[in-house]
């Protein structure tokens, strides 16, 4: 069964609107924290931003915010203010502490239009 | 502060052949991760090592492997090459923000081919 689940193969968004990528995750662990990687075109992985399963507040970093909704097991990404930079694919993980592994989705590619 | 460093950037073999790719992790880290990243695919989880311990491996045959050593660095060996290993390798170190939370920083990769 999938860990991750990103449903967006493809995303645009206009310049300086925003947007949100989905992500929902699997795990009976109790403990657990999900993440959001931005890749470019070069191939390097850009770590964005952290929640952590028992975090009460929903993290910001930035432009960017994670809409985490524990109940549906969702971990959407917002990003506020798109850049023409913020063109690259994006994934959500999961650091399963029960399996003691790092899960990740197979991505969202968001093409930010002058 | 150096970030994660990979080594060969790029690296062509033929079928059959071994592969052997290298890590430096982030100064003050003892996690290091592999993962392989198949054109236009999700990454997939190789290998973890701590310490200098192997802690956790994905679902790859035996002829994917590795060791750390006592600086922390790390080796992923690949042995008999086949073409469908053609993918970009990415290693990742980790520091604990707080308890229990490891976000990994990633390195540029290194592009193995295959042919």
């Known amino acids: 069964a999938q860990k991750i689940t990103q449903t967006q193969p493809g995303m645009f968004v206009q310049e300086k609107e925003a947007v949100t990528l989905d992500c929902t995750y699997d795990t009976s662990d109790p403990s657990y924290g999900l993440f959001w990687y931005k890749q470019p075109s070069s191939g390097e992985m850009i770590f964005l931003i952290y929640q952590g399963s028992y975090d009460q507040q929903n993290a910001t970093e930035g432009r960017y915010s994670l809409n985490f909704q524990k109940a549906r097991k969702s971990a959407n990404l917002v990003i506020s203010a798109s850049q023409l930079g913020d063109s690259a694919m994006y994934f959500c993980a999961m650091r399963d502490f029960l399996g003691n592994q790092f899960y990740f989705g197979t991505g969202t590619s968001l093409t930010v239009i002058p | 502060e150096a970030g994660v460093t990979q080594s060969p950037t790029h690296l062509i073999k033929t079928r059959g052949q071994q592969a052997t790719l290298r890590c430096s992790p982030i100064?003050?880290?003892?996690?290091v991760y592999w993962y392989q990243q198949a054109l236009g695919l999700g990454l997939q989880f190789l290998l973890w090592?701590?310490?200098?311990?192997?802690?956790n491996r994905g679902n790859f045959p035996p002829r994917f492997s590795g060791r750390q050593f006592p600086n922390y660095s790390s080796e992923l060996n690949v042995n008999a090459l086949e073409l469908e290993d053609s993918a970009l390798y990415l290693c990742?170190?980790?520091?604990?923000?707080?308890?229990?939370?490891?976000?990994?920083?990633f390195g540029p990769g290194t592009r193995l081919t295959v042919l």
């Open positions: 990742a170190s980790s520091l604990v923000l707080r308890e229990g939370a490891d976000t990994q920083y």
């Open positions: 090592y701590d310490e200098g311990e192997e802690r």
């Open positions: 100064s003050g880290h003892t996690s």
